[in-house]
């Protein structure tokens, strides 16, 4: 009996987080062995890549939150972090238990662990010839970059849903730091809430596939538009970057991209001190955007197929689109089998429709399914929020000439609403609308307009580079040096007494 109590009383000694820890890295252990012991590499190849990826992102958002101004940054950027990787287990799930793997994820895992193997025999200094079977653009980029996942963590299938996903909360996390830097008065803490743990973006960029690797690309021509905006170096490489990995899978969004960034870039304030080079390289700027957006709609034609880049080219791919996507149980405008490709209307007056088809269905009366009820629900949340908003909302116009980056959004909103407006289906709808949500919540952080009370203080810009630790120290009171009745204070001057610390008030 007295040797028990002395280890009891051990363990009463170690602090909760600490077994806790403890408990939990001995149960991951536990089923890692069992799930080597009764699984593939295909399966269990997942517990070594997701804390691989923790352990590599995990650096980096602590290097984020050190630099940022908003208080406990790391502890959401973690969380936000942890939610999306978990969220590919889900979207597995569906895809190959709800679906019995009839989806893209599966032709992309079979191809790109066939790339992996050829890359791992294959002499990569005297060159690669590998035949894809099918053009680059498109769904062969996606095979490639699998493969080149597949070469670096090995074939496994579960392992490939999470690095895709890993790739996709990189953009949003770029599209929070966009926002902070072109439009810092926003609420920020209250868009990084929106856009980290919003279910469609939690979800569906979470696969093998294209959705996760545009999330990425257009979170970082989003952060190169803010860096443009604000003229911070680094700018056109993101916006480069961006462009051309948005481009080699779908390029008509990065034209939907580069309009908005047209619109913003001329829109945008100009300095008070203006350089000799000023409009040198305005000019140049303005150039090299109009390039872009000229190789950009010749990039479209060519993936479409279609001559030209006029009306009747775009006529052509929305009708299209709209055919194809007729089709399924969640279909929403069923076509007439005799109208092989209905023609889309060009009329602007059908943008308001647009939108709200776009953004806001499925609605609830609408779904067919329970995976349509549960993102009907989503949509009506937005609903609500944008309706709440109608008073901020009305500053929109107003901050379209003065913030850029408001232009920016709005103009890409509405060309995005305007060319998927002819989706069909209500699941390809919810899984192509991520691509412009991130955007979309910008308008629901828009601060609230001045009040006629008085000066409304301005809030200053975040402040990027700082010394480590600067802005999670809380603020200590100031410290309170004790007097000596009838002696000296502090600075060796004789201190004033009063009838509250006891001294008299006669002389």
């Known amino acids: 009996m007295p040797a028990v109590l002395p280890a009891r009383a051990a363990l009463q000694r170690i602090p909760w987080p600490s077994a806790v820890a403890a408990a939990l890295v001995t149960a991951y252990v536990t089923l890692f062995v069992l799930a080597m012991v009764h699984t593939s590499y295909d399966t269990w190849g997942a517990l070594l890549i997701l804390p691989a990826l923790m352990a590599i992102g995990t650096p ?250 006029g009306g009747d080219a775009v006529n052509q791919v929305l009708s299209e689109t709209s055919r194809r996507t007729s089709q399924g149980n969640s279909m929403i405008n069923a076509t007439a089998p005799e109208d092989a490709a209905p023609r889309f209307s060009l009329n602007p007056a059908g943008l308001p429709v647009a939108v709200i088809s776009v953004l806001f269905r499925p609605f609830p009366f609408e779904a067919s399914n329970i995976q349509n009820l549960i993102q009907s629900v989503e949509c009506f949340a937005l609903l609500v929020m944008f309706i709440r908003g109608w008073p901020r909302l009305k500053r929109l116009p107003r901050l379209f000439v003065q913030r850029s980056y408001i232009a920016f959004t709005a103009v890409y909103t509405l060309l995005f609403c305007w060319a998927f407006s002819t989706i069909n289906n209500m699941g390809i709808l919810s899984r192509e609308r991520v691509q412009v949500l991130p955007l979309v ?38 410290e309170v040096h004790p007097v000596r009745i009838g002696g000296p204070g502090p600075d060796g001057a004789s201190p004033t007494q009063s009838p509250s610390q006891g001294g008299s008030t006669t002389p």
Not at 210 to 224: E, Q, R, S
Not at 445 to 472: L, S
């Open 441 to 478: 919540l910008v308008l629901l952080v828009i601060p609230a307009a001045a009040t006629t009370r008085g000066p409304v203080k301005r809030r200053p810009p975040p402040v990027w580079r700082v010394a480590p630790g600067q802005w999670g120290e809380r603020r200590r009171p100031p």
């Open 60 to 309: 980096i958002l602590a290097r984020i939150a050190t630099a940022n101004p908003e208080r406990d940054v790391f502890r959401l950027l973690l969380l936000a972090m942890t939610a999306k990787l978990l969220c590919a287990f889900p979207r597995y799930l569906m895809a190959f238990v709800l679906y019995g793997g009839a989806a893209d994820a599966k032709m992309y895992h079979q191809k790109g662990g066939e790339l992996a193997a050829f890359l791992d025999q294959a002499d990569l200094l005297s060159g690669v010839h590998y035949d894809l079977g099918m053009k680059v653009a498109g769904t062969g980029f996606v095979i490639i970059l699998t493969g080149v996942v597949y070469a670096i963590t090995g074939p496994s299938l579960i392992g490939g849903f999470l690095v895709f996903s890993w790739v996709g909360f990189w953009g949003l996390l770029l599209f929070w730091r966009a926002l902070q830097i072109a439009f810092p008065e926003a609420d920020t803490r209250k868009y990084a809430k929106l856009v980290f743990f919003l279910p469609s973006l939690l979800f569906w960029p979470s696969s093998i596939g294209k959705d996760a690797w545009m999330m990425f690309c257009l979170g970082l021509t989003t952060y190169g538009t803010a860096r443009l905006l604000d003229r911070r170096f680094g700018a056109f490489a993101c916006i480069a970057l961006g462009s051309v990995g948005t481009a080699m899978v779908r390029p008509h969004v990065t034209a939907l991209a580069g309009a908005g960034l047209m619109v913003a870039y001329v829109l945008r304030r100009r300095p008070r001190q203006v350089s000799a080079l000023g409009p040198l390289r305005t000019i140049l700027t303005a150039v090299v955007l109009a390039a872009m957006a000229v190789l950009m709609l010749q990039q479209v034609s060519t993936f479409f197929g279609t001559e030209g880049t």
